[in-house]
C-alpha cells in the first residue's frame, strides 16, 4: 500500500478517476448503468473527462468544458439512491487514496455537485402543489 496523497494535483486526480471508475464498472447496480451509456464512445474519453472535471473543480484550472446537468438527465434507469451509492463508493476511493483532510474535500465537492444533479433529475415542480394562503 503506497502512501496516501496529500496534495490534489492532475497526478493524484488521475489515480482517484481510474479507481473510482474501476469500483463502479465492477458494481453490480452502478456498472450496468455506466456500461450502457459509455461503452460505444469508449472507456478512455470518459476517464480523460472526468480527469479535466475534477482538475476544475479541486484545482480551478477550467480543464473542464461540459454539461453535466444535461448528461445526467439524459441517463435512463437512474434513482435517487444511486447517488447515495455513488457518494459512498466516492469516499471510500477518496479515503484510500488521500489523507483524511483531502478525502473531506472532495467528498463536500462531489456532495454538493450530487444534490445539484438530483435536483435537475427527479425534482418536479408539477408535482407540489403550493400551499394555499388563507
Ligand atoms: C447515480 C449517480 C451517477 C450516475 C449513474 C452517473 C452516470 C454517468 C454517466 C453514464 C455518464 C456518461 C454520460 C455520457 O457520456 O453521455 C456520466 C458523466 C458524467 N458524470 Fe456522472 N453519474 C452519477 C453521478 C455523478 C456525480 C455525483 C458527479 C459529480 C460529482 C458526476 C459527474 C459527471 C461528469 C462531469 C460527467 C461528464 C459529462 C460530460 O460528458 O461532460 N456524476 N455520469
Redesign the pocket.
Known sequence: MHQRFDDVSDESIAYLVDRFYAKIRADAR?GP??E???AA?GWP??LA??RA?WSS?MLTTGR?????M???M??EG??PD??E???VL?QETCEELFTDQIAAAFRE??????QS?QFGMFYRPEEHQPRAVS
Open positions: 452502478l448503468i455506466f450502457g451509456v459509455i464512445k474519453g470518459h473527462t472526468m472535471f473543480v473542464y468544458k461540459g454539461n453535466p444535461l448528461a445526467h439524459r441517463l437512474v434513482r444511486d447517488f451509492h455513488w457518494l466516492f465537492k462531489a456532495g454538493r455537485i450530487a444533479l
